[in-house]
């Protein structure tokens, strides 16, 4: 069921989500923390960069970064065949481009219905899932927007600060 279709009677004052799929989940974020949304674009390759970076976008003169979020989120990896799209999320410093599979809509969902996530959720969704929402016979769940472009920007695995910045002995 598309979420359209399962919030036809949404009310004004609900909040807002905007809806995606990816690997054949549902998931949503606050609709005021995306910018836009895109269909593929052309990507530079960044070397070096951490697991799950796809790339740089120029988007009107601004350097995106191009994110998938199945990575960030602990799901298969996409086919090589296989359709992606971007929200842009513009709530941070600069923008932050999610690669999705598909776009769904934005869509009212009455406050009263979100569930909290489980406490026995685990992975990759723990700390960014904010709620559950029943919709039809699908389950949407609703990421914060925040926790999400945390992860993003979270430096790859490495040395610990500590150890970088502690040069050890000095040696004459």
């Known amino acids: ?70 990575h960030g989120l602990g799901l298969p990896r996409r086919g090589p065949d296989e359709k992606v799209m971007m929200m842009v999320l513009g709530s941070g410093v600069e923008p932050i481009g999610l690669l999705v599979d598909r776009i769904g809509d934005v869509i009212g969902v009455p406050a009263a219905s979100v569930l909290p996530p489980p406490e026995t959720l685990e992975g990759a969704l723990q700390g960014v899932v904010s709620g559950i929402h029943q919709m039809g016979s699908d389950l949407l769940l609703i990421l914060d927007t925040g926790s999400v472009i945390e ?15 502690d040069p050890g002995p000095v040696r004459p």
């Open 1 to 70: 069921m598309s979420p359209r279709d399962a919030f036809a009677g949404g009310h004004e004052s609900d909040p807002l989500v905007a809806t995606f799929s990816l690997a054949g989940n549902w998931f949503g974020l606050n609709a005021l923390d995306v910018q836009e949304v895109l269909r593929s674009q052309p990507m530079t390759g960044v070397p070096g960069a951490a697991e799950g970076i796809e790339g740089l976008i120029n988007l009107r003169g601004q350097v995106v970064l191009a994110y998938d979020l199945r």
């Open 151 to 165: 992860r993003v920007l979270q430096p790859a695995s490495g040395p610990d600060d500590d150890e970088l910045s």
